[in-house]
């Protein structure tokens, strides 16, 4: 008998590993179907760790590590200080308690945990009940929770519910006066296990809230447009079209690329997010007297959220007004917007995040002086940084209440909506990693923000306000901690068009993103190449002689 006891407990060891596996998977196929569509051909799963970008992801800069924490994060990884002694192209030294190495970036895409795993929480003790719930939700549930509550039908995309179990009345009688949500870009969970003491704010917020530490990115690729739309729309990109920041593509033998939503800085095409956003249904369901505030240093952020403006809406049959909607020329630094179909606050003008760097960074990037004002772009992620979230706080608090609180309308019962992304934490986290000594520093002003934004709003609403405070997405811990390969986009469409026979001018890829691919089915069919032979050059492709791709999923995989 002494020896059935621990041969049961090992099966059922085992019955609960493989079934959490068995819901893993299906999790992450959900994923992979809620982004699927018909002009998409392969979806790109790097084995983990790895990440693909653009050839910005070698460049190199110092990054700070405090010793105890790098010891953590490399044991995690079943690597030690040893390991990072042992190659010289990290420049390693030690100062006391602080490790100082010469790193390349690393970025996001994958439907990793790394990359997917986003707290979630909702404040208004008078809408919502206080708690911890451990079950798995997505950014897209928190547009039709809002709606339940607000009184108002669905955007078009949603095709999630509402999450009533948090809800203190399921039809409550009192509508708030202002709903803020708060986008800390990058703010993954990684950020919290790193940097567990520094987000007190946040923490002592989140003890009022209904908080799910479960929550996921629903969708690929997870990057900053598309957890923004999420946000803001309740849509997952098989509906409403954003499907990643950027679409690559080769022209004339060279790789180009379009951002989305972009034509230049301040002129865009709004008609590529093909649904309503809750801002949009708000507005119109109140005859547009909700003021709707968007402040993100990105349009595709902005925009995301807050929606159309004035711009027509596919398949609505209503127009918007011109909302408050603005980001950050890269060009200049100042802040614009595209005035055909937004509003850009009068105050704003007197902002700028390359001055505001100048003047809390005199010594420039790295303490290597200043470079000319038509440079500053080239040091946009360090530009954005802790001098940045204090600014881009300040501004936001300021407009709001220019625009709002000091206006008949912070209280007039109809409910406004303002949407602010925190940029340096994302900023920190791509340049230096998100276990730096700089991006502590970063994460600890972002939480600083949100306290005094909280103060404020508690200060002029009472209690007739709802703070949402969630991410866009996580992070890839840094490569050279992880053991992680880097590899840049250009090399997925040399290795593909190698399939072509000498000579030809076309290519075999219409277009990518840093985790999918749109076939030339024309140039295939020419050339009679098979989606298999695309497929096994991608596999095929490796880095330091290891396979940089776990698995090329096609529309076929997806879909059943």
Request: glycine fraction near 6%.
């Amino acid at each position: 008998m002494k020896y059935n006891i621990p041969a049961k407990s090992f099966l059922l060891a085992l019955s609960i590993l493989l079934s959490l596996s068995d819901c893993r998977k299906k999790e992450d196929h959900q994923i992979f179907k809620n982004s699927w569509r018909t002009d998409i051909d392969f979806y790109l799963i790097p084995e983990k760790f790895n990440v693909m970008e653009t050839d910005w992801v070698n460049t190199k800069g110092q990054a700070h590590f405090n010793k105890q924490d790098l010891i953590r994060h490399l044991k995690s990884y079943g690597r030690t200080l040893n390991d990072l002694q042992k190659m010289p192209e990290l420049e390693f030294t030690e100062n006391e308690d602080t490790i100082t190495l010469t790193v390349a970036k690393t970025s996001h895409s994958t439907h990793y945990s790394y990359d997917i795993n986003i707290p979630i929480s909702f404040y208004g003790p008078k809408w919502f009940l206080k708690g911890e719930y451990s079950d798995i939700v997505h950014q897209q549930n928190i547009v039709p929770t809002l709606a339940k509550l607000l009184k108002i039908r669905n955007p078009n995309g949603v095709e999630t519910k509402a999450i009533t179990k948090i809800l203190k009345d399921q039809t409550p009688s009192e509508k708030p006066e202002i709903i803020v949500t708060v986008v800390i870009d990058q703010g993954g969970q990684q950020y919290y296990k790193a940097h567990p003491g520094v987000p007190k704010n946040i923490l002592k917020i989140r003890e009022s809230s209904s908080y799910f530490p479960n929550a996921k990115v629903g969708h690929v690729d997870s990057q900053t447009a598309v957890g923004h739309m999420a946000i803001g729309t309740g849509s997952y990109p098989r509906k409403s079209g954003i499907i990643g920041n950027t679409k690559f593509f080769m022209k004339d033998g060279k790789m180009n690329y379009t951002n989305v939503y972009s034509n230049t800085a301040s002129d865009m095409n709004t008609e590529e997010l093909e649904v309503e956003t809750l801002s949009d249904v708000l507005d119109h369901e109140n005859s547009n007297q909700s003021e709707i505030l968007s402040q993100c240093y990105a349009h595709r952020a902005s925009i995301g959220m807050a929606g159309h403006g004035s711009y027509p809406i596919k398949n609505a049959t209503y127009n918007g007004d011109k909302d408050m909607v603005y980001w950050i020329d890269k060009t200049n630094g100042s802040w614009v917007t595209d005035n055909r179909f937004y509003t850009l606050p009068k105050s704003v003008s007197s902002y700028n995040s390359y001055e505001n760097y100048k003047t809390e960074n005199p010594s420039g990037p790295e303490g290597k002086g200043l470079p000319p004002n038509e440079e500053l772009k080239n040091y946009f992620y360090e530009i954005m940084s802790t001098a940045e979230v204090k600014m881009e706080g300040e501004m936001f608090r300021k407009v709001l209440k220019e625009q709002i609180i000091d206006t008949p309308k912070a209280k007039d019962g109809i409910t406004d909506l303002a949407y602010v992304t925190f940029k340096a934490t994302d900023a920190a986290g791509h340049t230096y990693g998100w276990e730096s000594l700089e991006a502590k520093e970063a994460f600890r002003e972002t939480d600083n923000q949100i306290g005094l934004l909280f103060e404020l709003l508690q200060k002029e609403y009472g209690d007739s306000f709802i703070l949402i405070i969630t991410a866009d997405h996580g992070c890839a811990p840094l490569p050279e901690i992880s053991g992680g390969q880097r590899l840049v986009v250009d090399e997925v469409f040399k290795e593909v068009n190698s399939l072509l026979p000498a000579g030809a001018e076309d290519d075999l890829i219409r277009f990518l993103t840093v985790g999918q691919i749109s076939l030339n089915h024309g140039s295939l069919k020419t050339h009679n190449i098979s989606e298999k032979q695309v497929k096994d050059k991608i596999l095929g492709i490796r880095v330091n002689g290891r396979p940089f791709f776990k698995q090329v999923l096609s529309a076929n995989d997806i879909k059943h």
